[in-house]
């Protein structure tokens, strides 16, 4: 027999960072969850995809974490990075940091590392069950059941939606469902560019062959090479490189064409690499996009969440920050929308939480496609780094109404994404503006600055 509908769990589809978090949020707050996962237990299964190793955590990632009280756990596996260690061609090596005070590092932490912590966490709370190799293949309307198959066997059983919480990532199935029956629409706009990831090893003693504290970049203008420091000496390095055309993963197939690229466009770190061609011609070439929905919920029964509802291009390093902010959001909104502890008005929260939501997610979007061309090509512009010189010195001066976007973004959770796009098309503006007859800091006139900031930027607390 079927439980009584409001005695079910709260059925969350795919267990990654998004559904891991959320099930500690909604466990807490007094609901019973069910985590269905497709791949195996992360804690003791090794990974497949080849994918995504280590990523960026920021502040916002950091507060969700805090907030759903699990941060401690995770807090020894992060490795801050002050700043982008840029490797220009030809030029010399050197340190832009992001911010001006000491806590305005972003840090690396390995993806499964990180997931294995959420969901040990989630395994440890009472009103969780988690249900690996579990695959939810449809969506019974009809009985507002989810079908889920079981990998090892099989055999589908089928999970009332009570509701389900889609944290199934980019290629969401529960998203593809919906819109094939135009319940939402759906768009998934594909880069023109792709990545692989490539391993610097750590040296013979276990030791960084690179600065540690630092996300390294060699930007090529129409391409680049990243790399996050790993907890055990090695950096993963992401090569991001267009799909098609003369230098790219469709053209780039023989090992001497590999090496020839590799050792031509990246000399200086192409030495520590010694596995590069290999794991190019071995490691799967992943696809970047943006995901576009529109609403995120079907009625009270549906909802899509994170890269679900609204993947983006990785060049903000703010994807799964974004993710965790939607928990928040979801659980802000439940604690406004609740009646008794465990009755709430889903539909309504739903709405809620997208209406909240969607402009800042669009926001997020966007900056993270502006990024790629800033990580690519602007960030060894001298005209650039003036900007970027005097926008930290504006902070200094004025740091209630001038923040530089990425700050806002990277290190202010309390900004929302919404707000650092629209005051960052004004300040860069302003920026374009005040440097144009100016080769350094001190020929930047302060009193127009000042005037200027006053006339143009409201002071944050009002924003
Ligand atoms: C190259 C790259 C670099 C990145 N770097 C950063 C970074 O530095 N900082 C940052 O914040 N973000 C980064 N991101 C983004 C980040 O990885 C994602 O935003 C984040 O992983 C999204 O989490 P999620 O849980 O929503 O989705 P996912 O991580 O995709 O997890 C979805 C889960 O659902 C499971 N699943 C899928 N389908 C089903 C199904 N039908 N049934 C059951 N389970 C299912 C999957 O197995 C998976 O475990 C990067 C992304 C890429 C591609």
Request: proline share 7%; charged share 25%.
């Amino acid at each position: 027999m079927m439980p009584a509908r409001d005695s079910s769990p709260v059925l969350i589809a795919g267990a990654g960072p998004t559904g891991a978090l959320l099930a500690i949020l909604l466990e807490r707050r007094g609901l019973e969850v069910r985590l269905i996962e497709a791949r195996g237990d992360p804690r003791t299964q090794a990974d497949a995809s080849g994918r995504s190793i280590n990523l960026a955590l920021a502040d916002r990632g950091i507060e969700a974490l805090k907030r759903a009280g699990v941060l401690a756990e995770i807090e020894p596996a992060l490795i801050p990075m002050r700043g982008r260690f840029v490797h220009p061609l030809g030029g010399t090596a050197h340190l832009q940091p992001y911010g001006q005070r000491p806590n305005e590092q972003i840090y690396s932490i390995s993806r499964r590392r990180l997931n294995a912590t959420l969901l040990g966490v989630a395994l440890r709370r009472p009103g969780i069950e988690v249900l690996f190799e579990q695959r939810l293949e449809d969506l019974d309307g009809v009985t507002s059941e989810a079908e889920v198959r079981d990998v090892g066997s099989g055999v589908t059983r089928r999970f009332p939606m009570s509701p389900l919480i889609a944290a199934d990532g980019a290629g969401s199935i529960v998203r593809r469902r919906l819109a094939e029956r135009h319940l939402i629409e759906a768009q998934e706009s594909d880069l023109e560019h792709g990545y692989k990831e490539l391993s610097i090893p750590a040296g013979p003693h276990g030791e960084y062959r690179l600065e540690r504290e630092a996300l390294h970049i060699w930007p090529r203008g129409g391409y680049m090479l990243i790399a996050l420091p790993n907890e055990d000496g090695s950096f993963t390095a992401t090569l991001f490189l267009p799909m098609q055309g003369p230098s790219s993963f469709a053209s780039l197939t023989s090992a001497a064409a590999i090496h020839a690229f590799l050792s031509g466009a990246f000399p200086d770190v192409h030495t520590l690499m010694p596995h590069a061609v290999r794991e190019f011609r071995e490691h799967p070439t992943g696809f970047l996009g943006t995901v576009r929905a529109a609403p995120w919920h079907h009625g009270g029964s549906t909802l899509l969440i994170g890269d679900a509802a609204h993947a983006i291009v990785p060049f903000h390093g703010q994807g799964m920050n974004c993710c965790f902010e939607d928990c928040i959001e979801l659980d802000t909104c439940m604690a406004a929308g609740g009646g008794s502890p465990r009755v709430f008005d889903w539909k309504r929260i739903f709405e809620e939480f997208y209406a909240r939501r969607k402009p800042n997610t669009d926001a997020i979007a966007a900056m993270a496609l502006e990024n790629y061309l800033e990580m690519r090509e602007r960030v060894v512009d001298p005209r650039f780094q003036l900007e970027q010189a005097l926008a930290l010195e504006l902070e200094r001066r004025f740091p209630e109404r001038f923040i530089p976007r990425y700050s806002m973004v990277m290190f202010h959770h309390e900004i929302p994404y919404r707000t650092a796009l629209e005051r960052g098309q004004v300040q860069s503006q302003l920026l374009a503006e005040l440097t144009q007859h100016a080769a350094r800091l001190g020929d930047i006139d302060f009193g127009r600055a000042e005037r200027e900031i006053r006339a143009r930027l409201p002071p944050l607390t009002s924003a």
